[in-house]
């Protein structure tokens, strides 16, 4: 069985700039999550997908945006980065049978972001 | 709104001693509850979870008791190792909901 896999690993970019992050979802999940986790925090949930359609929001702006492909991998999009985009962003996959209730979630490695 | 809360680290300890992580929730209704460790340079892995009160979930050693009446879910280990060392979240979703609400986390190290 294929884990969750976030592709690239650690990113650097200047503010303003706008960045696409990658995820394939562990075989046999069919809703991807997304989750920012700055420096010595908790992860705080961005959004969640779901046959290709957002289901769920958490509170982060319109320049956050993300896509789910039918193969349920997905891409998580920053418009106009802020130095505060600066953090270690979780991929996570699940299988729900139906909307909001889920198996529990499989977490990716991240990508670490890092804005200058 | 819904919160997680769990008691400040780092925290520090030698090997085969007992190990108790406090954390306490907010929330309306009756979420599940979770603990998730993250080893150094890797995502979130589930720990243990407990869906309702009195519930005791475990793996690999460690326990929590879902506590309804003090709203809280500490998790325990009684001899800790060095490979126990990472960062542990505890974390609730309520029933129907998308997200998991985290805890700020609890950095634990292990000395030989």
């Known amino acids: 069985e294929t884990g969750v896999t976030q592709s690239p690993t650690h990113l650097i970019k200047t503010r303003g700039q706008q960045v696409t992050l990658r995820c394939s979802s562990q075989?046999?999940?069919?809703?991807v999550s997304w989750y920012q986790q700055a420096l010595g925090q908790g992860p705080q949930f961005i959004f969640q997908y779901y046959r290709e359609e957002e289901n769920g929001r958490g509170n982060f702006p319109p320049r956050f945006s993300g896509l789910q492909f039918p193969n349920y991998s997905s891409e998580l999009n920053v418009n106009a980065l802020e130095l505060d985009d600066s953090a270690l962003y979780l991929c996570?996959?699940?299988?729900?049978?139906?909307?909001?209730?889920?198996?529990?979630?499989?977490f990716g490695n991240g990508t670490r972001l890092t804005v200058t | 709104g819904d919160s997680v809360t769990q008691m400040e680290g780092p925290v520090t300890l030698s090997e085969e001693a007992c190990l108790t992580i406090n954390c306490t929730y907010t929330a309306t209704g009756y979420p599940s509850l979770f603990w998730y460790v993250q080893y150094p340079g890797e995502g979130l892995q589930l720990l243990l979870k407990a869906t309702k009160a009195d519930d005791k979930g475990s793996n690999k050693g460690f326990e929590a008791t879902y506590r309804k009446e003090t709203t809280s879910f500490h998790l325990e280990k009684g001899s800790v190792q060095v490979s126990d060392s990472a960062v542990y979240f505890c974390?609730?979703?309520?029933?129907?909901?998308?997200?998991?609400?985290f805890g700020q986390g609890t950095r634990l190290t292990i000395n030989p």
């Open positions: 996570a996959s699940s299988l729900s049978q139906v909307r909001g209730d889920h198996s529990p979630l499989h």
């Open positions: 974390a609730l979703k309520k029933k129907g909901a998308q997200k998991l609400v």
């Open positions: 075989s046999g999940h069919n809703t």
